[in-house]
């Protein structure tokens, strides 16, 4: 059974820094590309960004490029977040995402190219 549990969400002032984390269970880590999407109060899931099975390529949305950095230890089947610079605009509920795909093709920064999921954890940036 595949499991991915997040943690490190909080409350954080604007222009703090958080570091999300997400372990998985139950699946062959080390060959799954794995990936982050957030979803703000009464808005849609956005991809946030991705990172390849080896941790030698990686994915951004726009919005987060240049703040936000994404890292994978594959002997701990942990993916991070790590997230700099947080804005007012950051506040959601960000998941983890797992595929069965190593690499970062065309789907990568859809939800349709993940087959599992986290529950979530809640981050907050406050003014």
């Known amino acids: 059974q595949v499991r991915l549990v997040e943690s490190g969400g909080g409350l954080v002032r604007a222009g703090d820094s958080l570091k999300l984390s997400c372990t998985a269970s139950g699946i062959f880590f080390g060959n799954a590309r794995m990936a982050w999407f957030r979803q703000a109060p009464g808005k849609d899931r956005k991809f946030v960004g991705a990172?390849?099975?080896?941790?030698?390529?990686?994915l951004y949305a726009d919005s987060v490029k240049g703040r936000f950095a994404i890292s994978r230890d594959n002997a701990k089947m942990t993916v991070y977040l790590q997230m700099n610079g947080l804005e007012n605009e950051d506040t959601a509920d960000y998941y983890c995402?797992?595929?069965?795909?190593?690499?970062?093709?065309?789907?990568?920064?859809?939800?349709?190219?993940?087959?599992?999921w986290g529950q979530g954890t809640q981050v907050t940036v406050s003014s």
């Open positions: 995402a797992g595929s069965r795909k190593p690499s970062l093709d065309s789907d990568a920064y859809s939800g349709i190219g993940y087959d599992y």
């Open positions: 990172i390849n099975w080896s941790g030698g390529s990686t």
